[in-house]
């Protein structure tokens, strides 16, 4: 694995840290089974947004669907 730093001077201690963590992504991305899914994260399932209802239209939104030309 080559990794080269395109700007900045990091010190060592900053390019270590920043090492472990690509090794650590790496490790755990071997250990994951090639045809299992990630799990999704709450943000990103569009069930969230189609879970509520929508409201129901009040006695006077008849009004407020016309615009005057």
Known sequence: MNIK????NPTP???AAALAVVRARAA????????AESPRDAWSDPSRI???????PGPVSWSRTY???
């Not at 730093?5 to 900045?8: A, F, I, K, Q």
């Open 28 to 35: 755990a991305a071997a250990t994951t089974p090639s045809g």
């Open 50 to 56: 189609a879970a509520r209802s929508v409201p129901r």
């Open 67 to 69: 615009w005057p030309a």
């Open 13 to 15: 201690e900053e390019l």
């Open 5 to 8: 730093v395109v700007r900045g």
